[in-house]
T-cell receptor
Framework: GAVVSQHPSWVICKSGTSVKIECRSL??????MFWYRQFPKQSLMLMAT?????????EQGVEKDKFLINHASLTLSTLTVTSAHPEDSSFYIC????????????FGPGTRLTVT | GIQVEQSPPDLILQEGANSTLRCNFS?????LQWFHQNPWGQLINLFY???GTKQNGRLSATTVATERYSLLYISSSQTTDSGVYFC??????????FGDGTTLTVKP
C-alpha cells in the first residue's frame, strides 16, 4: 500500500515552454501533498505544501507564479513549471500524507526536467 | 526552524560489514522517518520511528526523542544497500525538515 506515482518520469522541453508534472496517490487519499526539488548530490528542498481544495503554501524564495500547484482532488496534485528556463532543470519529487496517517510521507519516483 | 544533522556524510563499506548512521535534530519533534534514496532517485520508506526501536530484516532504527537523535543500523550490508540515506523530522503534521543525507557505498 501507500503508492505514489509521478508522470512523466523525465521530460525535455525548450526554454520558454511550460511543463506539467502529475503526482497521484494510487491506493490512498492524500490530504496533503508536498513538492520538492533536488539538485545533484544535495538534499531535498521543499518548494510548497499542497492541501486538497485550497491554495498551496509556498516556501520562501519559491516563485508561485512560476511554479503553479493545483491539488484538485484527494489523489491528484499537479506542478506546472511555466516559461521554463535552463536554471529550472532539476529533479522534482512529490510526496503525500494519508488522511488516516498524517505524519508519514510517501514519495513518488520523481521527474527529471531538462530545459534546453 | 529545526536543524537536522546527519553523520557521517559518506561511508564506504565492504559487503558484509555493519554500519551505524546517525541523525541529530535541534528541537523537539514527534515525527521522524528514515528513507533510502536509490540510484534512480526513488525515496523508499525505511522506518517511521518517532521514538523507540524497530527492526525490519537487516535494518533497525532507534530514536531517543528526549536526547534528540536517531540511529539507523545496517547489518551484513549488501551492494544493493548503496545509495543515500535521509532522515526527516517534523512536529505534528507540519512540513518535514531533511538532513543532508549519508551516502553509503557498499563494495563487493
Amino acid at each position: 500500500g501507500a503508492v505514489v506515482s509521478q508522470h512523466p518520469s523525465w521530460v525535455i522541453c525548450k526554454s520558454g515552454t511550460s511543463v506539467k508534472i502529475e503526482c497521484r496517490s494510487l491506493d490512498f487519499q492524500a490530504t496533503t501533498m508536498f513538492w520538492y526539488r533536488q539538485f545533484p548530490k544535495q538534499s531535498l528542498m521543499l518548494m510548497a505544501t499542497s492541501n486538497e481544495g485550497s491554495k498551496a503554501t509556498y516556501e520562501q524564495g519559491v516563485e508561485k507564479d512560476k511554479f503553479l500547484i493545483n491539488h484538485a482532488s484527494l489523489t491528484l496534485s499537479t506542478l506546472t513549471v511555466t516559461s521554463a528556463h535552463p536554471e529550472d532543470s532539476s529533479f522534482y519529487i512529490c510526496s503525500a500524507r494519508a488522511w488516516d496517517s498524517p505524519y508519514e510521507q510517501y514519495f513518488g519516483p520523481g521527474t527529471r526536467l531538462t530545459v534546453t | 526552524g529545526i536543524q537536522v544533522e546527519q553523520s557521517p556524510p559518506d561511508l564506504i563499506l565492504q559487503e558484509g560489514a555493519n554500519s551505524t548512521l546517525r541523525c541529530n535534530f535541534s528541537d523537539s519533534v514527534n515525527n521522524l522517518q528514515w528513507f533510502h534514496q536509490n540510484p534512480w532517485g526513488q525515496l523508499i520508506n525505511l522506518f517511521y520511528i518517532p521514538s523507540g526501536t524497530k527492526q525490519n530484516g537487516r535494518l533497525s532504527a532507534t530514536t531517543v526523542a528526549t536526547e534528540r537523535y536517531s540511529l539507523l543500523y545496517i547489518s551484513s550490508s549488501q551492494t544493493t544497500d548503496s545509495g543515500v540515506y535521509f532522515c526527516a523530522v517534523s512536529l505534528n503534521a507540519g512540513k518535514s525538515t531533511f538532513g543532508d543525507g549519508t551516502t553509503l557505498t557498499v563494495k563487493p
